[in-house]
């Protein structure tokens, strides 16, 4: 396993048949325990785990960092997100409750909220330990097992939170641990005494992971990639909607889902924005992750930042125009001379047609277009198979939620850009996935429900 600085950090052995049998096994074990606990005996073991998590934040983060790349500076802001998801679970675990319904001469019927059973968590690399985190704490919450699979090109965190889970006192085996790529992936899909899949990464896996769980008709949560559109209207605050491309564009080196990587800019600010964005974005702090000061880290490997310059390339070959950035960058420092760098790009002149505007690019590329009303506005933005995120500047509050409401995006954003409050359920539309992670919403996705009706007379036969 390579970090991103291009340095063998450890070696991983991926997971086949034998250990993915033996993992789902081992928590299928541990599952029968996990589910005879009550609700609040459940929550303690959520919020010990939390405690550990918030104890050795500075560590975990540090470890994510070499992980995956991105600063540590962020790395600290998703351990914090992932300790507080926990704690949000650890909450609602004692409250998880059916309801009673009276029927006619004193009869009745109750429902039971009930877990699945083994559920398999498949990562991406971009948020490894608090993807795990958002996945596995509604998950035990409700009562079910995980066996979690991270993404190949970021194997390490994921295992410290196992130990963590391991300390907190859940019983042995409830969050197992598989290594692998598509392979592992398979078997875990496959498995029989697998009872739900949530995966996290690109359409075209989503697509095979929906395939073969439909072979078993197993419930599938996918949080699938996006193009989603950032619109800023002319009665923004100038400056609030600038910082606010920027967390939409290049937060961990722009390899994340739901940026709002089309930036509608009406007419009249065009050249303001553009400005002021680029002229911020050349200021962007790249170097070592480890480093305070440091605000862009490392992409994830080198085949991802060669696609990533190719879709630069091709936007230029298209009519766009580079306004700062795109360029490989090459660090002073020795130890980073092998490092996946880039410099954050802006691109400027661009159309609704062209590649760079259509398909995902997953790195630090910002693609600003013109617009100039809000109804040709909505309809552009709209025109995408994708429907994960979507964001507004306006000053202008009933425009903001007007525009909002017409938006077919699943997280949307008003004045603010790409922040996760755990409270609020997260997920897409269209092409970008369904199911909710986060919020009360996820309790839908990690338990069943069964109806029990009860007679309190003599059954009255028909025959």
């Known amino acids: 396993f390579k970090m991103c600085l291009g340095r063998v ?67 600290r802001v998703d351990i914090d997100i992932s300790w507080q998801c926990l704690e949000y679970y650890a909450g609602l675990a004692g409250s998880l409750a059916g309801e009673h319904i009276q029927l006619p001469g004193g009869s009745f019927g109750y429902t039971r909220r009930e877990p699945l059973g083994v559920c398999v968590g498949i990562g991406a ?50 969050f197992n641990v598989v290594q692998g790529g598509a392979a592992t992936g398979q078997f875990l899909c496959h498995h029989p005494d697998v009872a739900k899949i949530s995966f996290t990464g690109s359409v075209p ?37 600038v910082n606010g491309a920027l967390m939409a564009n290049f937060l961990t080196q722009g390899e994340v889902c739901c940026n709002g990587t089309r930036v509608f800019v009406e007419r009249k600010i065009l050249d303001a924005f553009t400005k002021e964005v680029v002229k911020r974005t050349q200021k962007i702090k790249i170097g070592d992750p480890l480093l305070e000061d440091t605000r862009m880290g490392a992409l994830i490997n080198r085949p991802h930042l060669d696609r990533v310059q190719g879709f630069i390339k091709q936007a230029k070959e298209q009519g766009a125009e580079v306004l700062c950035g795109g360029d490989l960058w090459v660090p002073d420092d020795p130890k980073l001379k092998n490092g996946y ?40 933005a709209n025109n995408t198979k994708f429907g994960l995120a979507g964001g507004v500047f306006t000053r202008d509050i009933q425009k903001a939620h007007r525009v909002v409401a017409a938006l077919k995006a699943g997280m949307c954003f008003i004045n603010n850009y790409n922040i996760s409050p755990v409270e609020l359920p997260f997920g897409g539309y269209k092409a970008s996935g369904f199911g909710r992670e986060n919020g009360r919403a996820a309790i839908e996705y990690y338990s069943q429900l069964k109806t029990v009706c009860v007679e309190m007379g003599d059954v009255e036969s028909v025959f």
């Open 9 to 75: 950090i450890c070696k991983v052995v991926c997971s086949g048949q034998k250990e993915v049998d033996l993992a789902v096994q081992s928590a299928k074990a541990a599952f029968k325990i996990w589910s005879q606990m009550s609700g609040m005996e459940r929550s303690r073991v959520l919020l010990e785990a939390a405690r550990i998590i918030r104890e050795q934040r500075e560590e975990i983060a540090t470890m994510e960092t070499i992980n995956n790349g991105k600063s540590i500076f962020e790395a």
């Open 205 to 241: 896996t989503g697509i095979k992971i929906m395939e073969m769980a439909a072979k078993g008709i197993k419930p599938v949560t996918l949080e699938l990639g996006g193009k989603s559109p950032l619109i800023i209207f002319s009665d923004c605050a100038l400056e609030n909607a």
């Open 341 to 380: 760098y880039m410099r954050p790009c802006v691109l400027g002149n661009c159309t609704d047609d062209m590649t760079c505007v259509k398909e995902e690019i997953f790195g630090p590329v910002m693609s600003i277009l013109p617009f100039d009303t809000e109804e040709e506005v909505v309809e552009r």
């Open 125 to 174: 690399w971009n948020y490894p330990f608090q993807i795990a985190c958002w996945k596995s704490a509604p998950a035990l919450a409700c009562g079910n097992a995980m066996v979690f699979k991270p993404s190949p090109f970021t194997p390490v965190s994921v295992v410290r939170l196992a130990e963590i889970f391991t300390e907190a006192g859940v019983p042995k085996g409830l």
